[in-house]
T-cell receptor, first 110, second 114 residues
Framework: GQQVMQIPQYQHVQEGEDFTTYCNSS?????IQWYKQRPGGHPVFLIQ?????EVKKQKRLTFQFGEAKKNSSLHITATQTTDVGTYFC??????????FGAGTRLFVKA | DAGVIQSPRHEVTEMGQEVTLRCKPI?????LFWYRQTMMRGLELLIY????????DSGMPEDRFSAKMPNASFSTLKIQPSEPRDSAVYFC????????????FGPGTRLTVL
């Protein structure tokens, strides 16, 4: 079945360093979403990418969707302690069935 | 808007007991999702509904699990009988935009089966 692989599983950074998480799908996706889950919280939608090669920015966050629509990345520039949490990608091949990656948990040391 | 509402927030029960989790989606949303989150398996989609009709229940682990949506503002996920391996956080989420799949998650129910 469809799988969405996400790496790394964990990332420890010093505040001010950059952070990147990568997502790869076994099948071509119609779109990909990114969510953030704070410790003890629930996933919160960040963004959706639909077009091949799409790049979107939200302040210090940059999201990319690969040309083949099978991979994606989230890059955070100059991390802050408020960025702590788990970042999930979620792939969709059509309809509303969404497959979540395992998530990358980000730790930021002040 | 109150967002997606789930109850109870925490549930502790003994193996073999019936457990019922409840969800109220955001008003106007016509898609409702049930997820289970564990350390080992991550976030898994169990089932989702569109206009109260189950569309895909391929993620429901076994016959002990059942989900219903009797109306647009209420859904239940039932486990009968419960087992320790069912311990997890269960999230309900809702969505409405067919071209933009943003899902709004509830706070979750943390289930512990002893």
């Amino acid at each position: 079945g469809q799988q969405v692989m996400q790496i790394p599983q964990y990332q420890h950074v010093q505040e001010g360093e950059d952070f990147t998480t990568y997502c790869n799908s076994s099948t071509t996706l119609s779109n990909i979403q990114w969510y953030k889950q704070r410790p003890g919280g629930h996933p919160v939608f960040l963004i959706q990418l639909v077009k091949s090669g799409e790049v979107k920015k939200q302040k210090r966050l940059t999201f990319q969707f690969g040309e083949a629509k099978k991979n994606s990345s989230l890059h955070i520039t100059a991390t802050q302690t408020t960025d702590v949490g788990t970042y999930f990608c979620a792939g969709n091949t059509g309809g509303f069935k969404t497959i979540f990656g395992a998530g990358t948990r980000l730790f930021v040391k002040a | 808007d109150a967002g997606v509402i789930q109850s109870p927030r925490h549930e502790v029960t003994e193996m073999g007991q019936e457990v019922t989790l409840r969800c109220k989606p955001i008003s106007g949303h016509d898609y409702l999702f049930w997820y289970r989150q564990t350390m080992m398996r991550g976030l898994e989609l169990l089932i989702y509904f569109n206009n109260n009709v189950p569309i895909d229940d391929s993620g429901m682990p076994e016959d002990r699990f059942s989900a219903k949506m009797p109306n647009a503002s209420f859904s239940t996920l039932k486990i009968q009988p419960s087992e320790p391996r069912d311990s997890a956080v269960y999230f309900c989420a809702s969505s409405w935009d067919r071209t933009y799949n943003e899902q709004f998650f509830g706070p979750g129910t943390r289930l512990t089966v002893l």
